[in-house]
């Protein structure tokens, strides 16, 4: 098992804090994240599927940096671009040292699945098999499988003097075949596409395992090209680059006339375009001769470093989708999250008893260890048939097909309720969706704004306006993650359910400048990007520094998903020089150099990586031993803190600052899941000491959660 993962070439040697040799490489980066998923699926200690979905994450992984990277990346040595990126690499430099890296990544990958992963399988009795494998009555099984649900679908298209090549869209899985006809002749190229209506792994009647689709089209052409000799069968994958970092904002030719609907347009025609845009990847089975990979690559206008050889199954992904009944053996034990202590004992089919409970004091929700449907779906529902309630406004950036938290507003609308929704259709890769969701809320009187101009909204809140005997009250929800129910159970997020006044004045100005496009104000409480939060951030690390300088107790702990920003790494390094300790989890990317002399003694990096993915944000400031803590969607990313509109909630509520210490403790005390940042940007992986027992922090959650749900059900 690896317990290193890729470093950055740059030295460890002390650096001057505004030089390029003060940051890690983002695209490096990045893909060192990837390394990190790529030692899951190399652990013998986990169970087999465990290792197989992690396979299946790699292929996502790398499908989402040649969606989303590999094409920003190419436009610009395409254009001429020399500006470097933060480590001073050019775009060209980044992109050879990236394929370098994910040539790598996919050698070790493929020889994972091939010489471990498969062969176990298989001795489990759910091997992925090869088709020349099979029995003659598994064989026969299956080519009558090809003739009643596959070869009806396909549709062969030749390439010759009057067929051109066809085009090729992204992320299909394709045979390229090639006929051999009169001696002396060019062989014939005909391409199939895979079709993605059928399984990708096809289960064989007798139980014996599962085959890939792609081999038993290959096996059985001749049934749809019967009068055709000397087939020769590859495989390959095409991939299309999407818009790079920056986000789907147009800057209209008259910005004082914005017409109605006219950014559904934007990303409408972004979505067509998409389909048409330029390779980035070429996959191919090393099987392929040379000679066809690239004549492929000329037919597609990709240049020969975009082709990817693999002696893996092409579209790994397809692993995540993996699914064999029975086999508990080869989990993971389920998790079933638990309802929230203060929420368990609420009256049945009372639509008040959570605000009431809300009004108690604030209410810290950690999923899934949490659940997200008996808290933040039941304050939704609650609010949609609660007779006292005159308002729902809630920012859906990402949510599930079938949405029950879609389906109460739709019914909140339905009773008269004032139902207001920010959905955001730039969020990359859910666009259609969210225009869909709109739309449907627009058809049954719903307020519904389709985001910020030039910005994108990240804002993850929601807002009930109640009215009560007292008056007029508002009760908000702060989270860190999508109002998805599906992702709640597979991320780690955090949230909390508030009535303080104050929050939920300032999330209501947030609603009215997302739906008004009002100008920004100053706010109370709530640190709101992209007018204020980098500021406020800036302030609150300089002021550690201070402190330190002062001989006041200091220190700064934080939990993110990525960090990028260059000001904010600097003002880290700035506190780490005048003794600040400074702890930070950092799930994927970082471009922060930690533990380098004379830059970052005093600074360390480490992240998470196990079975939920770590979605969640905590800032914590020491503050002279008065700490200070804040919780919401941002990252310390220049596109958050600077592109994003984003919120961040100061938390006051001494109860819940001591969980979030110990939520952030409990990470700092892993000692297997973890994996701390070497100043050069390798990683290396926490082993438990000899005689100590293993503390994976998501096992700690799931242990107290369910110890919690014990003990008052006891």
């Keep these: 098992m690896a317990k290193k993962s890729v470093a950055d070439s740059a030295s460890v040697e002390p650096v001057d804090i505004d030089t390029p040799q003060a940051f890690f490489n983002r695209e490096l980066s990045w893909l060192n994240f990837a390394r990190r998923v790529l030692a899951q699926v190399e652990d013998p200690a ?40 933060i480590d001073g690499r050019k775009p060209l430099e980044e992109l050879m040292a990236c394929r370098a890296e994910i040539l790598d990544q996919l050698s070790i990958l493929a020889h994972a699945v091939k010489e471990q992963i498969r062969p176990q399988l298989a001795e489990a009795g759910v091997g992925i098999l090869d088709y020349s494998a099979l029995t003659e009555e598994q064989r026969a099984q299956l080519r009558q499988y090809f003739l009643d649900s596959v070869l009806p679908i396909l549709t062969p298209l030749a ?39 059928r399984p990708r792994l096809v289960a064989v009647a007798d139980g014996a395992g599962f085959v890939p689709l792609e081999q038993v089209i290959a096996a059985n052409l001749d049934c749809m090209l019967p009068d055709m000799q000397a087939l020769e069968t590859y495989f390959f994958r095409v991939t299309r680059g999407a818009e790079g970092e920056a986000d789907v904002r147009m800057d209209f030719e008259d910005p004082d006339l914005i017409i109605p609907g006219s950014i559904i ?48 199954l092409l579209a790994v992904s397809d692993l995540m989708r993996f699914k064999v009944d029975g086999h508990d053996e080869l989990r993971v034990a389920p998790h079933e999250p638990v309802t929230h202590p203060r929420l368990r004992e609420l009256e049945a089919g009372s639509s008040e008893a959570i605000f009431e409970e809300m009004q108690r004091g604030d209410i810290l929700l950690h999923h899934p260890y949490h659940s997200f449907d008996t808290s933040v779906l039941r304050f939704l529902k609650s609010a949609a048939v609660d007779p006292h309630t005159l308002a729902i406004k809630l920012t859906i950036y990402r949510t599930s097909s079938d949405s029950p938290i879609v389906q109460a507003l739709l019914e909140a609308a339905r009773r008269g309720k004032q139902v207001a929704v920010l959905v955001e259709i730039t969020a990359r890769f859910d666009e ?4 869909a969701w709109g739309q449907l809320l627009e058809k049954e009187g719903a307020h519904v704004s389709y985001g910020v101009e030039r910005l994108k909204t990240h804002v993850k809140l929601a807002l009930v306006v109640r009215e009560e005997d007292s008056g007029v009250r508002r009760y908000v929800h702060v989270g860190t993650g999508n109002y998805h129910t599906g992702t709640a159970r597979i991320y780690e997020d955090l949230g909390i359910l508030t009535c303080d006044p104050d929050i939920c ?17 100053p706010f109370r409480k709530l640190l709101v ?28 702990r934080a939990k993110m998903n990525q960090l990028q920003d260059q000001i904010m790494i600097r003002e880290l390094y700035l506190a780490s020089q005048a003794g600040v300790p400074v702890l930070l989890n950092v799930r994927g990317l970082n471009c922060l150099r930690p533990g380098v002399p004379g830059l970052s003694d005093n600074i360390r990096l480490s992240s998470i990586v196990s079975r939920f993915l770590e979605h969640g944000r905590i800032y914590r400031f020491e503050n002279g031993g008065q700490p200070e803590y804040y919780l919401g969607s941002a990252d310390w990313m220049r596109r958050n803190l600077d592109r994003r509109v984003e919120t961040i909630m100061p938390v006051e509520d001494p109860v819940i600052q001591w969980q979030l210490g110990e939520i952030l403790g409990v990470y700092e005390a892993d000692n297997c899941t ?13 082993q438990p000491l000899e005689g100590e027992e293993p503390r994976a922090a998501q096992d700690v959650f799931i242990k107290l959660a369910q110890q919690s749900a014990e003990a008052q059900a006891g």
């Excluded at 940096?65 to 190419?74: D, H, I, N, P, T």
């Excluded at 190229?189 to 993605?196: D, E, G, N, S, T």
């Excluded at 004045?505 to 104000?521: C, I, K, S, W, Y």
């Excluded at 980098?534 to 520094?545: D, G, S, T, W, Y």
């Design 505 to 521: 004045a300032d999330a209501a100005q947030v609603f009215n400048e997302l739906t008004g496009a009002t100008p920004a104000a």
């Design 529 to 556: 990007a992209p007018e204020f939060m980098r500021q406020r951030f800036v302030e609150l690390v300089a002021r550690e520094a201070e402190h330190a300088r002062a001989g006041r107790p200091c220190g700064i």
């Design 46 to 85: 986990l169970p087999l599927l465990e290792r197989v979905k992690f396979a299946g994450i790699m292929g996502m992984l790398h499908d989402e940096y040649f969606l989303k990277r590999a094409g920003g990346l190419k436009r610009h040595i395409q254009r001429g671009e020399e500006t470097p990126a």
């Design 159 to 197: 390439v010759d003097a009057e067929h051109p090549f066809p085009f090729i869209s992204s992320l299909g899985l394709n045979l390229a075949v090639q006929v051999k006809e009169e001696k002396g002749r060019r062989k014939r190229f005909i391409r199939l596409k895979v079709p993605q209506n």
């Design 432 to 435: 259609a969706p969210n225009i």
């Design 674 to 686: 973890a994996w701390d940042c070497q100043p050069d940007g390798s990683y290396i992986r926490r």
């Design 265 to 312: 347009s934007v990303v409408t025609n972004e979505l067509k375009a998409r389909r048409f845009a330029g390779v980035t990847r070429l996959e191919v089975g090393t099987e392929m001769p040379e000679k066809l990979q690239n004549w492929l690559a000329e037919q597609l206008g990709a240049q020969s470093e975009d082709i990817y050889p693999t002696d893996n």
